[in-house]
């Protein structure tokens, strides 16, 4: 059975490029953002690394932590950061965890359990489906999982997007329409009365009955 949202992070030890973590401490009270790769050296899986070296900046405003992971040992991954500094031109300054046992990979159901249990041998189709971002609350509860396949980049400013209006609805009852961004009107959830949402939002507008509109709550 695979991860659902709101389900907890299976807790795990493992080596990085920063030292051995225990991933619940490593977390701590924020937010972290974890995402896999299925193998060291591949094409799409370089520019993402780099995009999000470019991004942490963005991460860290939000107070979320950023670590990768890939199916490869964790000396391949110091020889990997060189080539993504030379396609990118960014430097991949957070941890990547070496997976090379498939522990982690198949303690989050991206690699079944007979997998086996080394990443020695295996192709990047092997791995096909170590390809999911998870974010992470400060509850250590699953918020968002994407996964997508290996020939399609992932978008992190929609990450960056989702955890936006993760964080916003998590302190507001409120939920966020497609497409929203940063600053554009909410929606009221059906837990707040007519009565609550004006001593709540002030003026709000009703488009259906089930859906009330009104200006973003500042924090």
């Known amino acids: 059975m695979g991860l659902r949202i ?3 992070a299976p807790d795990f030890t493992a080596d990085t490029t920063q030292g051995q973590i225990s991933f619940h401490d490593w977390i701590g009270d924020g937010w972290a953002v974890l ?11 370089t520019t993402e690394l780099g995009t999000m070296a470019g991004l942490e900046g963005e991460f860290r405003k ?4 950023i670590i990768g992971i890939s199916v490869d040992p964790v000396e391949s991954h110091a020889k990997w950061k060189d080539d993504i500094r030379t396609a990118t031109g960014f430097a ?3 941890p990547l965890i070496g997976d090379k046992d498939l522990k982690v990979a198949k303690l989050y159901d991206m690699l079944p359990s007979d997998a086996g249990d080394s990443a020695e041998g295996r192709t990047p189709a092997d791995n096909a489906t170590v390809r999911s971002v998870y974010v992470i609350g400060p509850d250590k509860k699953i918020k968002l999982v994407l996964t997508y396949p290996m020939t399609t980049g992932r ?5 960056l997007r989702a955890i936006d209006s993760i964080q916003l609805t998590a302190k507001h009852q409120v939920a966020t329409p497609a497409n929203w961004k940063q600053g554009e009107d909410v929606i009221i959830t059906a837990a707040v009365s007519n009565e609550d949402a004006t001593k709540r939002f002030g003026s ?7 859906l009330r509109k009104t200006k973003q709550p500042s924090a």
């Open 204 to 210: 709000y507008e009703t488009i259906l009955p089930y």
């Open 92 to 94: 991949v300054d957070y």
């Open 62 to 65: 939000r107070g979320v932590k």
């Open 35 to 45: 995402f896999s790769h299925p193998k060291n050296f591949t094409p799409v899986c």
């Open 6 to 8: 709101n389900d907890t």
């Open 155 to 159: 978008n992190f400013d929609e990450i």
